[in-house]
């Protein structure tokens, strides 16, 4: 292989040559061999794409590796330092080394404007009581740290992430806000009814699932804040109206997921009655318009595909825009349900070649990687 003619090609004529790739093909190519990586991960073949028209984003829907606090501190393998990303439209896997980082197992989290958030240890710590969020783009291999937080946020804090450089990090009791105006942390009262569920961000606007029922039956009902009334002694509101009825009773265990624009998606599992111990005939996923303040059925999961997450206690849903996947323990896979806006019409697909033994419960985000973004 050594004596292959491209090789002996100048350097400018091989990085005009990858320039010419689309993204996805940059990124494969990293991983052919030693030569390569190091040709596409060069400043000068950085420096050449920054200076050409971006080429549009890569909406990857990327997994978070299950998180456990209780690893010895020398059995992190090296795909704990990967970020394994699908691109549904190539359907392919593509990695991206996370080994430029100098942290301990750094655990991916949340992204936004092609900037990936992770929770790492302080190469300096000989502890776990500390941690830091680092802003990174994979792509460039730049990262910034943020200032350092207590293990217990990344334990118990959902990261919520938007442009521009804002990171919200929410509890049952406390939120902390970072933006790229201000270097610290701001911390303010929460006050939450419960632990929320899958909060997230849209524009401003904070929304977050919460039982509001008893130890016997939950109640899941939707809160909100926007990040300017966080200051305020009653930020959150209840968001609920006459016409949407039991919306709510009908799904098990919902979660969200932020849709296109000012559209949100809950989803789990619909009851098949209203009883205690109800099992639940499929995955239903709805629609609200935050404009209009209206549901709408999105999809179900079809029944053949259902039985395999029937079987699962658990199952994990992630993503976001008009793509949400779903995990389960031994399944082996993952479920994608992938709407298109052009024809109205969604298709559910298995997405295979997990990686590991792929019998994990997978977390995950929506990676939009962009060549030119700065942490």
């Known amino acids: 292989m050594d004596a292959s003619p491209i090789y002996r090609l100048p350097q400018d004529t091989l990085h005009q040559i990858f320039s010419a790739l689309p993204l996805s093909q940059i990124v494969r190519c990293r991983s052919v061999c030693k030569f390569f990586n190091h040709t596409l991960t060069s400043p000068s073949f950085l420096h050449l794409l920054s200076a050409q028209p971006p080429p549009p984003p890569l909406r990857l829907l990327s997994l978070c590796p299950p998180h456990h606090h209780h690893h010895n501190r020398g059995s992190h393998s090296q795909s704990d330092r990967t970020l394994h990303a699908f691109d549904p439209d190539q359907n392919q896997w593509l990695r991206f080394p996370l080994s430029f980082l100098p942290f301990r197992a750094p655990h991916p989290v949340a992204s936004t404007l092609g900037l990936v958030y992770l929770w790492a240890d302080s190469p300096s710590s000989s502890?776990?009581?500390?941690?830091?969020?680092?802003?990174?783009?994979?792509?460039?291999?730049?990262?910034?740290?943020?200032?350092?937080?207590?293990?217990?946020?990344?334990?118990?804090?959902?990261?919520?992430?938007?442009?521009?450089?804002?990171?919200?990090?929410?509890?049952?009791?406390?939120?902390?806000?970072?933006?790229?105006?201000?270097?610290?942390?701001?911390?303010?009262?929460?006050?939450?009814?419960?632990?929320?569920?899958?909060?997230?961000?849209?524009?401003?606007?904070?929304?977050?699932?919460?039982?509001?029922?008893?130890?016997?039956?939950?109640?899941?009902?939707?809160?909100?804040?926007?990040?300017?009334?966080?200051?305020?002694?009653?930020?959150?509101?209840?968001?609920?109206?006459?016409?949407?009825?039991?919306?709510?009773?009908?799904?098990?265990?919902?979660?969200?997921?932020?849709?296109?624009?000012n559209r949100v998606l809950m989803i789990g599992g619909l009851r098949s009655s209203f009883s205690l111990n109800a099992s639940c005939s499929t995955i239903l996923i709805l629609r609200l318009d935050l404009e209009t303040m209206e549901w709408a059925e999105a999809g179900r999961m079809p029944l053949e595909m259902f039985r395999c997450f029937q079987e699962s206690s658990k199952f994990k849903v992630f993503g976001g825009g008009n793509r949400v996947c779903f995990s389960a323990k031994r399944v082996g896979r993952l479920a994608l349900w992938d709407y298109s806006e052009e024809t109205g019409k969604a298709e559910w697909r298995w997405i295979e070649g997990m990686p590991g033994s792929g019998d994990e419960l997978f977390r995950g985000f929506l990676f939009e990687a962009w060549i030119t973004a700065l942490p």
């Open 127 to 261: 502890s776990d009581s500390t941690k830091s969020l680092v802003a990174c783009n994979p792509l460039t291999r730049q990262y910034r740290v943020l200032p350092q937080l207590g293990s217990a946020w990344s334990r118990h804090g959902s990261v919520l992430v938007g442009p521009p450089n804002r990171v919200l990090v929410l509890s049952e009791l406390a939120a902390l806000y970072f933006s790229g105006s201000t270097n610290n942390w701001v911390n303010f009262s929460s006050n939450l009814p419960s632990k929320p569920r899958s909060p997230i961000l849209v524009s401003d606007l904070v929304l977050a699932l919460c039982d509001v029922g008893s130890p016997w039956r939950s109640q899941w009902k939707l809160f909100s804040c926007t990040i300017s009334t966080l200051q305020s002694s009653q930020p959150w509101s209840r968001l609920e109206k006459h016409e949407w009825g039991d919306v709510f009773d009908i799904l098990k265990r919902p979660r969200l997921v932020k849709g296109i624009g």
